[in-house]
């Protein structure tokens, strides 16, 4: 028997493994998935004169369509010249068209001024690829 055969063999197949895996992982990571589009820039304050006292909630409308089955991870961050984030939630709407009445709590913590909420959206499609959607709220005003 002819030593080299087996190495022959052995090598054509991590060369062919190898290149099955380039194929797949550029595949995932170029293709260009679709997950959410939103409808409104930004998404509208529904706080009278978009004013919110400190322990209460936010409320703003949310329309958007999701294309994806993927659940993303969703986490809030008030912006003003600091950044507090909320705890990150978990999505649960199936694909389609929504407008959604959103509620976010305003922590005790957080100074009195003018913020905005940014909302990312984190949709982990495969295992080598994370799309984030990013959308803001209109600016509205914290109180004592």
Known sequence: MNVRQP????????LLIAFIMLVV?????LYPYKTTEFTKEPF???????TVRRGTSVNFIAEFCKTTKVQPTITR???NSLLFYTPPTVGSAPPGCYKMNVQVY?????????????TVYSYQ???????KVIHSTERFTVTE
Do not use: C, D, M
Not at 7 to 14: C, H, N
Not at 25 to 29: D, E, V
Not at 44 to 50: G, T
């Open 77 to 79: 961050i008030f912006k």
């Open 25 to 29: 992982s550029s595949f995932w990571y």
């Open 125 to 131: 499609v495969n295992p080598i690829r994370n799309i």
């Open 106 to 118: 305003v922590p005790e913590e957080l100074p009195a001024g003018t913020f905005q909420i940014e």
């Open 7 to 14: 190495a022959y063999i052995i090598s054509s197949i991590t």
């Open 44 to 50: 509208p304050i529904l706080n009278e004169n978009k």
